[in-house]
T-cell receptor, first 112, second 118 residues
Framework: AQSVSQHNHHVILSEAASLELGCNYS??????LFWYVQYPGQHLQLLLK??????LVKGIKGFEAEFIKSKFSFNLRKPSVQWSDTAEYFC??????????FGPGTRLSVLP | EAGVAQSPRYKIIEKRQSVAFWCNPI?????LYWYQQILGQGPKLLIQ????????DSQLPKDRFSAERLKGVDSTLKIQPAKLEDSAVYLC????????????????FGPGTRLTVL
């Protein structure tokens, strides 16, 4: 069965620092990959998604993610974080014909 | 466009009591999901509906949890009787849905119901 791991439980950064959140999954094949964000007090929102084509995907609010098939990874990046990026970030993977599997989440705290 | 609606937002019950949650998906979305999110963990799929049929309920504890989507629109999730370990946020999500489970299917989440079992 598919499993998703996220490297960091809690990341603390200062504003303007660069961000990279790791995501790895266990089972290959045709995968759809997602990053969701949950801001404090709000519901889960889609940040970006990869289905096919260019492995570098751009999402909302300046986020991007790179799909590296050989490494079973889909890391999330942002060159310069803002205080408003403080949130919990979830990676999710969906194999064809199977259900979504979410990672445990990474809590990002950005200090002003 | 209205999002996924859920009610209630919060519920506190004692163990062995029953509780029900309601979800209304985005209009036109054929697929509806119920997830359980325990504090500090990612969402875990409990059940997936395609219209009013169950696609996957392999992780639903069927001895105490039940769910229905009778008219293929809104859905209810019930726990009877509740246990302490059921304390979690119950999330409903919907998507357009594609036959066979492939394609570019994106889920949209509701605000969740936070359940506390005492």
């Amino acid at each position: 069965a598919q499993s998703v791991s996220q490297h960091n439980h809690h990341v603390i950064l200062s504003e303007a620092a660069s961000l990279e959140l790791g995501c790895n999954y266990s089972y290959g094949g045709t995968v759809n990959l997602f990053w969701y964000v949950q801001y404090p007090g709000q519901h889960l929102q889609l940040l970006l998604k990869y289905f096919s084509g260019d492995p570098l995907v751009k999402g909302i609010k300046g986020f991007e993610a790179e799909f590296i098939k050989s490494k079973f990874s889909f890391n999330l990046r942002k060159p310069s974080v803002q205080w408003s990026d403080t949130a919990e970030y979830f990676c999710a993977v969906k194999n064809y014909g199977q259900n979504f599997v979410f990672g445990p989440g990474t809590r990002l705290s950005v200090l002003p | 466009e209205a999002g996924v609606a859920q009610s209630p937002r919060y519920k506190i019950i004692e163990k062995r009591q029953s509780v029900a949650f309601w979800c209304n998906p985005i209009s036109g979305h054929a697929t509806l999901y119920w997830y359980q999110q325990i504090l500090g963990q990612g969402p875990k799929l409990l059940i997936q509906f395609q219209n009013n049929g169950v696609v996957d309920d392999s992780q639903l504890p069927k001895d105490r949890f039940s769910a229905e989507r009778l008219k293929g629109v809104d859905s209810t999730l019930k726990i009877q009787p509740a246990k302490l370990e059921d304390s979690a946020v119950y999330l409903c999500a919907s998507s357009l849905g594609f036959p066979g489970g492939g394609g570019t299917d994106t889920q949209y989440f509701g605000p969740g119901t936070r359940l506390t079992v005492l």
